[in-house]
C-alpha cells in the first residue's frame, strides 16, 4: 500500500490549503483515513479523521471549524481543507489507512491505530 500526499505549501496566515493523499495498492474503501502533523522537535499529533464511506468525521479541537477531512472513494483519495490557516497549523502533515474495526469508538486519535502512512507534505503558515 502505498500513500502519497500533495498540496502543501507557503500561505499567508488567514489562507486556505487542500491537502490530497492518493492510496494505491489496497482497498480503499475498506480503509479509516487520517491526517496527522508533526512540527519539528515535536511529536506526532492528530488532525482528523474520517471512517470507511465517510460517515463519520473526527478533528483535534485545534483545527475543528477550520478544517474539513472527506474522500472520495472512487479516486482513492482523502482530502483535508485547510481554512483560516494559522502560523501554529505550520508541520508537516501526513496522511494514513486504519484497519481498526473499532474505528468509530477510537475515532482514529492514535498513530498506532494505522498500518500504511505516506511520507508527508510541508505546510508553512506565514504571520
Known amino acids: 500500500v502505498q500513500l502519497v500526499e500533495s498540496g502543501g505549501g507557503l500561505v499567508q496566515a488567514g489562507g486556505s490549503l487542500r491537502l490530497s493523499c492518493v492510496v494505491s495498492?489496497?482497498?480503499?474503501?475498506?480503509?479509516?483515513m487520517g491526517w496527522f502533523r508533526q512540527a519539528p522537535g515535536k511529536e506526532r499529533d492528530f488532525v482528523a479523521s474520517?471512517?470507511?464511506?465517510?460517515?463519520?468525521?473526527f478533528y483535534a479541537d485545534s483545527v475543528k471549524g477550520r478544517f474539513t477531512v472527506s474522500r472520495d472513494d472512487a479516486k482513492n483519495t482523502v482530502y483535508l481543507q485547510m481554512n483560516s490557516l494559522k502560523p501554529e497549523d505550520t508541520a508537516v502533515y501526513f496522511c494514513?489507512?486504519?484497519?481498526?474495526?473499532?474505528?468509530?469508538?477510537?475515532?482514529?486519535?492514535?498513530?498506532?491505530?494505522?498500518?500504511?502512512w505516506g511520507q508527508g507534505t510541508q505546510v508553512t503558515v506565514s504571520s
Open positions: 494514513a489507512t486504519s484497519i481498526n474495526s473499532n474505528f468509530v469508538a477510537t475515532r482514529g486519535l492514535r498513530p498506532l491505530e494505522y498500518d500504511h
Open positions: 495498492g489496497g482497498a480503499f474503501r475498506r480503509y479509516a
Open positions: 474520517i471512517t470507511w464511506g465517510g460517515s463519520n468525521t
